[in-house]
């Protein structure tokens, strides 16, 4: 068998293939105590291990796995909970953790209900934390964030080679978030028109618009692409610009507002830390970063993994504590880097790395993966070949 719920189908109803066999195996699969469902999914994992050393061109695991169940299995290599991408939305999910905790509640429509009301309470407190209370929790913020790093590079190491690819799955699937009933749409910025004092290019082209046509669009697009090649160094002076009339303007003002990251683009924000000292990130994995210190111009990670499996074990060594020294030096630069940021561009700093997560192609085939895997069976594990591969190591 291959899924975690085939092997517990086998194992509890050996003999049982009608319909209500198999939608009683469901519903208990889906009540299984966490623990008892690892077994499974960790038992599946061993036998699809067992296949692809024969089969290395095989789908990943995470094809044949849910969310859930992928997560629970990364969980067990030590992953850490998520962190959210700023202390306003790590306070909200902070207080819908507390009332999960508080209440007993088993059907999800009401739980959801239970987390929206958890949610518009965290809101109304949050607008009437005054800026001590708003500096407290960015400090908790920044110090759950600090440990997740330290929890995750640990988990980064401990991770077998062949999962690093399911992480990257998993980071590609999206998270269960509560529907907000009767949600809207969300409007455009109310201060519309002090957007251009916020934007670098905005003052750029304000300043030399005697410079451009008279015809305001050919204008702006021939600014456009003159402030495009600007040297880093020019363009920081019309982000820092920006920067002071952002400040300037909201000095004294309670009302809600915007980042100022969200008037700059990925490059200018990154621009902007680097101004305050925001060191090179450093990859969690060791694969990842042999491939960005290799010269030897990998095409993807497969070639990578291969690479690596004709190193010596000293070579792998050698290789793994670079970079934890990298790394360890990298979390020393960015804590230093963070203590000496303004408390105003914290949020912007987190903001700038939910913008670095990119995406990439999934590896797994579209559509349900029992049946592709039916489909696909010279290039993905077979039930019975993964069964007899595995057996025949015990």
Known sequence: MIKPFDLFLEKKFPNEENAESLEEAQNKWNTLDSNKKLKFIKKAEKKYDAYLEENPDAFPLSSILSFNELEMLLKSYGLPDRIQQNSKMYFFKKKQDEARQNTNIQDQSQLESVLRQAKTE?????????????????????????????????????????????????????????KEKNAKSIKKDTNERFNKKFSPFEIYFEKFRNEFEEDNFKARADARTKFKELSDKKKLKYIKKAEANYDEYYKNSTEERQLLSSYLNKNEIKLLMESYGMPDSVPNFSAYYFRKKSQEGFRDMKQVFDCLKQLTPK???????????????????????????????????????SKSKTTRKSLAPAGSPSKKLKRNSSATPNSKEIVSSDESQD
Request: proline share 3%; glycine share 0%.
């Open 122 to 178: 965290a809101e109304l407190e949050w607008k009437n934390f005054n800026e001590k209370e708003k500096q407290d929790l960015l400090n908790e913020f920044h110090q759950k964030s600090s440990r997740y790093e330290d929890d995750f590079f640990e988990f980064a190491r401990k991770l077998p080679q062949n999962r690093i690819i399911d992480y990257k799955e998993f980071c590609r699937r999206p998270e269960f978030k509560i």
């Open 315 to 353: 070579e792998k060594e050698d290789i793994h504590q670079e970079h934890t020294a990298k790394q360890n030096e990298y979390l020393l630069k960015k804590k230093l880097f963070l203590d000496s940021l303004p408390f105003n561009r914290l949020d912007d700093f987190n903001f700038l790395k």
